[in-house]
């Protein structure tokens, strides 16, 4: 018996692979897209993390006008922040371990930004209140920003230490990238200071949002002013 190929078969089964192709290919696009999409999106993130704030140009030594009491038998640390920025959070906890590592022969201040005519729980915030539980600082509302701008700070999170004569030995952020805790140059620099009271001076990068920027992320989205 002749036995004809059943042409009708092949062709069916062609078919069949032409309608899948479409399927595969546009999964696969899709998932392309979506790798590219999250890297893009990684890449982002790494570089807003990984990119300081304006540095500071603080005065060599302690501004006579500042309402802050120095130390005169030890250093005397100053962190500008805005009380909304979490990028600042990580800086507290670091502060938190610089004043464990000195164990009491530093004096602290958190200076938190109030603009004028807000209320006052605009700054006492949960960073006011981690700042305020460590042994050691204290927590100011600087109002209209006037201690920030006598230390010249421009980002959340700057951080000054002066010696008990008053010189400028460190200035600068104490964390690694923003948000982001763990060993880093500012806080090694600041306890190796207060610890071998060394006169060396030290520059770090600092992580955090703009003081001042009216249309930075840390600025106020939920309160109104109060005509106190």
Same mark, same amino acid.
């Given at each position: 018996m002749n036995f004809k190929p059943n042409r009708? %078969? %092949?062709s069916s089964k062609s078919d069949y692979s032409g309608a899948r192709n479409p399927k595969i290919i546009f999964i696969a696009a899709t998932i392309m897209s979506w790798l590219v999409l999250v890297c893009a999106g990684l890449g982002w993130l790494s570089n807003y993390a990984n990119t300081p704030g304006e540095t500071a140009a603080p005065p060599a030594q302690w501004p006579q006008q500042s309402a802050l009491l120095p130390s005169a038998e030890h250093g005397t640390l100053v962190m500008v922040a805005h009380p909304h920025c979490p990028c600042t959070r990580a800086s507290i906890g670091e502060l938190a371990s610089i004043m464990a590592h000195t164990q009491g022969r530093l004096t602290a201040y958190v200076v938190?930004?109030?603009p004028t005519g807000f209320q006052d729980d605009w700054t006492r915030t949960d960073l006011? %209140?981690?700042?305020?539980?460590?042994? *050691?600082?204290k927590a100011i509302a600087d109002d209209d920003g006037h201690e920030a701008r006598l230390f010249q700070s421009l980002t959340s999170g700057q951080t000054f230490l002066y010696d008990k004569t008053g010189q400028l030995l460190f200035r600068g952020g104490i964390t690694a990238a923003r948000g982001h805790? *763990?060993?880093n140059a500012g806080r090694s620099a600041i306890i190796s200071i207060v610890n071998s009271e060394n006169h060396d001076r030290f520059t770090t990068p600092v992580f955090g949002c703009p003081l001042f920027d009216p249309g930075s992320e840390c600025r106020n989205t939920g309160k109104e002013k109060n005509a106190n």
């Open positions: 009708n %078969r %092949r938190f930004l109030k006011w %209140r981690s700042a305020e539980a460590i042994p *050691g600082v805790s *763990g060993d």
